[in-house]
């Protein structure tokens, strides 16, 4: 039995569209980054600690996730207010950008994998009058980077390098390879 330590909408859609059997089970945990941590660091260490944090009975396989968006090095998690969602589609507003996902896997309480994936994304342009509608959507603001490529963002989008799954919160195919080892 896979159990996914995650809230996340996005990632249960992407393991159900899969056709990958799951239970979701969450705990809190929390995502401060650490003094000078790297983002790829970061990604691994709250998968690891979701993954961790929701506990497992034996015979299950736990898999934990987190996602942030970088921009030259400085990791944009979810926005605090819609202010610091326009600031950040601001900064990502013709630009590329790499969104980073970690993922770990725990079978019996033993980590099995701990890992990263990274896409690049290219976005258009944006007018503050763009910017304004969107955050009044009110999709940015559960969002890493504060935008939903799967949803108003998507036209945004001019360019990708790498899964597009990753952006939208989970690498369903480095998952399926892992959880079949």
């Not at 690891?48 to 968006?69: H, I, N, S, Y």
């Not at 258009?124 to 940015?140: K, N, Q, W």
């Amino acid at each position: 039995m896979l159990v996914l330590a995650s809230q996340s909408p996005r990632r249960a859609e992407i393991l159900r569209n899969a056709g990958i059997s799951f239970a979701v089970r969450t705990a809190e945990v929390d995502e401060t980054p650490l003094e000078g941590e790297r983002p790829e660091e970061y990604v691994q260490r709250l998968a690891w600690e979701k993954a961790c944090a929701v506990g497992a009975e034996p015979g299950e396989t736990v898999l934990g996730a987190d996602t942030t968006v970088v921009l030259d090095g400085e990791m944009l998690g979810k926005p605090v207010d819609e202010a610091d969602a326009r600031r950040m589609l601001r900064l990502l507003s013709g630009r590329r950008h790499e969104v980073m996902t970690g993922i770990a896997i725990l079978r019996d309480g033993r980590e099995c994998v701990r890992t990263w994936a990274a896409t690049s994304v290219w976005f258009a342009t944006l007018s503050e009058l763009e910017i304004a509608a969107y955050v009044a959507s009110g999709e940015p603001m559960d969002k890493a980077g504060a935008y939903a490529i799967q949803g108003l963002a998507s036209k945004y989008i001019e360019k990708l390098e790498g899964s597009y799954f990753n952006v939208v919160g989970l690498p369903v195919s480095l998952v399926y390879r892992y959880l079949h080892r």
